[in-house]
């Protein structure tokens, strides 16, 4: 597994327990798509009283689904492309998943200091937020990239 690293080979997701608690969505590529991820994941939260995530989780979410959007959705011709939203919750851990199309793994360029780079920034804020975070295959096309937050309160 990979965390917190300058490169990134394949990193299998973490293995979950025995019965975590999951809920799935499928995101449109637009606007409505992102609001909605942000909703589902917040209500989704809420209902395992996990509120005190929620800012944490919704930042990672957006992060993720709007690199699979921007990164590794195919061209508007190929039809509507297959982004899907995962959280599961087990043994103390929320793991978030976004699995998309595309075959190229994600790209983390570690902190330049240069805190108004418009663009490259996500995948730092998900390394900042999340105790790991990595990707996985999924043949025979796509890839899942995920990340893990704790359950504990901030203190």
């Not at 983390?108 to 995948?123: C, I, K, N, T, V």
């Amino acid at each position: 597994m990979t965390s917190r690293t300058g490169g990134l080979p394949y990193a299998g997701r973490p293995a979950l327990g025995r019965r975590p608690s999951a809920a799935a969505l499928r995101v449109a590529c637009n606007g409505e798509g992102f609001a909605r991820a942000r909703v589902f994941t917040r209500d989704t939260l809420r209902g395992w009283s996990l509120d005190h995530r929620g800012d944490d989780a919704v930042l990672v979410v957006t992060e993720l689904v709007s690199n699979a959007v921007t990164h590794a959705v195919p061209s508007p011709a190929a039809g509507a492309p297959e982004i899907r939203l995962g959280l599961a919750l087990d043994s103390g851990d929320l793991t978030l998943t976004v699995s998309d199309p595309g075959d190229d793994m994600p790209v983390f360029h570690p902190s330049d200091g240069s805190a108004l780079r418009e663009h490259g920034r996500g995948l730092c804020i998900v390394d900042a937020l999340a105790e790991e975070w990595g990707w996985t295959p999924r043949p025979p096309a796509g890839k899942t990239v995920w990340a893990t937050l704790s359950t504990l309160p901030l203190t």
